[in-house]
């Protein structure tokens, strides 16, 4: 079955710590994307890569890193830099100019 | 810099028409994309328009004006299942940025019987 798949669903993160944030894909897809998106707003970038071992900044990359050691993964580490990490978190990924986004069911990181 | 407005919130009555405008001030735009999404669950595509014009897919329909940085998603004979979030997105088009997209902040259409 062909998808997104995004771990865990709930998170909750004590102050001081680091979290990682799973998003799997079998889709065969190049580019993959992460997202933030708060209470009644619209989704932000944080990181995309587009190839293997290589990634870029999105719009709000401070406080997050990422790796993109293999095609099918592309974790999301919320480190303690981020001091207002409660937000729901979005993986996509992405075939090319022209074709839509596709997203996986999110994670909702908490601070305890 | 990036700019892209649409209303924060609708309301409709299950049966009519209602219609979900997105205007955007790009440096560079390639196409618009339309999507759906429930409240805490994953955005799902609606539609993609790259040249001006109105894309019809059922019940859903999509209009671009690019001389005008210009789109509205049309939605007929409502339903309740409608009440969600509508996203618009454009690519604009960046040199090596592959499909990578800016979002607006989103229309939630609340749908009352």
């Known amino acids: 079955d062909g998808g997104i798949t995004q771990s865990p669903k709930y998170l909750f993160r004590k102050e001081g710590q680091n979290v990682t944030l799973s998003c799997e894909q079998n889709l065969n897809h190049d580019a993959m994307y992460w997202y933030r998106q708060d209470p009644g707003q619209g989704l932000r970038l944080i990181y995309y890569?587009?190839?293997?071992?290589?990634?870029q900044k999105g719009d709000i990359a401070e406080g997050y890193s990422v790796s993109r050691e293999k095609k099918e993964s592309f974790p999301l580490t919320v480190t303690s830099a981020q001091k207002n990490p409660t937000a729901f978190y979005l993986c996509?990924?992405?075939?090319?100019?022209?074709?839509?986004?596709?997203f996986g069911d999110g994670t909702r990181l908490s601070i305890l | 810099g990036q700019n892209i407005d649409q209303p924060t919130e609708m309301t409709a009555t299950e049966g009519a028409i209602v219609q979900i405008n997105c205007t955007y001030q790009?440096?560079?735009?390639?196409?618009l994309f339309w999507y759906q999404q429930h409240a805490g669950e994953a955005p799902t595509f609606l539609s993609y328009n790259v040249l001006d014009g109105l894309e019809e897919k059922g019940r859903f329909s999509s209009f671009l004006s690019r001389s005008k940085g210009y789109s509205y998603l049309l939605l007929k004979e409502l339903q309740m299942k409608d009440s969600a979030s509508y996203l618009c997105a454009v690519d604009p088009s960046y040199l090596n940025a592959g499909n990578m997209l800016t979002f607006g902040g989103g229309t939630r259409l609340m749908v009352k019987p």
């Open positions: 790009t440096s560079g735009f390639n196409g």
């Open positions: 890569s587009q190839i293997v071992n290589d990634f």
């Open positions: 996509a990924t992405g075939q090319g100019r022209d074709q839509p986004q596709h």
